[in-house]
Nanobody, 128 residues
Framework: QVHLVESGGGSVQAGGSLRLSCAAS???????MGWFRQAPDQEREGVAF????????YYEDSVKGRFTIFRDLAANTVYLQMNSLKLKDTAIYFC??????????????????????WGQGTQVTVSS
C-alpha cells in the first residue's frame, strides 16, 4: 500500500495563498492522486486530482480558476497551489490516491470509496 505524507497546511487571510504537497512512498501507474477536504459537519469532498503522468485533472467547481494541481514525477510528489483563498475553503485537506482503469478517468469526480490510500490530513484555515 502506498504511504502518503502531506505538508503545507496553515492559516492565511482571505485572498491569500497556500501550497500543499503530498509525497508518495512509490510511483504507481494507472492511478489518480490528489486531495479531498472535509469541513466541520460536512461530507468529505473531492477537490482536485491528477493522473499519474499529469495529462488529466479534475477540479471541484468552487476551486476552478483558483487552485492548480501539478506533480513532480521524479519526487513522487503532487502539489496543490491554492490562490485567492476564501473562508469556505477552511477544512482538513486529505491527500489520496486511487486506481483507475484509464488515465482519463482521473478527470471524473472522485469517490471516497475508490480511494486506496489516505494521507494524515492537514488543516487549512482561512480567516477574514
Amino acid at each position: 500500500q502506498v504511504h502518503l505524507v502531506e505538508s503545507g497546511g496553515g492559516s492565511v487571510q482571505a485572498g491569500g495563498s497556500l501550497r500543499l504537497s503530498c509525497a508518495a512512498s512509490e510511483y504507481t501507474t494507472m492511478t489518480c492522486m490528489g486531495w479531498f477536504r472535509q469541513a466541520p459537519d460536512q461530507e468529505r469532498e473531492g477537490v482536485a486530482f491528477i493522473s499519474d503522468l499529469g495529462g488529466f485533472s479534475y477540479y471541484e467547481d468552487s476551486v476552478k480558476g483558483r487552485f492548480t494541481i501539478f506533480r513532480d514525477l521524479a519526487a513522487n510528489t503532487v502539489y496543490l497551489q491554492m490562490n485567492s483563498l476564501k473562508l469556505k475553503d477552511t477544512a482538513i485537506y486529505f491527500c489520496a490516491i486511487r486506481r483507475t482503469t484509464f488515465a482519463g478517468g482521473c478527470a471524473a469526480p472522485p469517490l471516497k470509496t475508490d480511494v486506496n490510500s489516505w494521507g494524515q490530513g492537514t488543516q487549512v484555515t482561512v480567516s477574514s
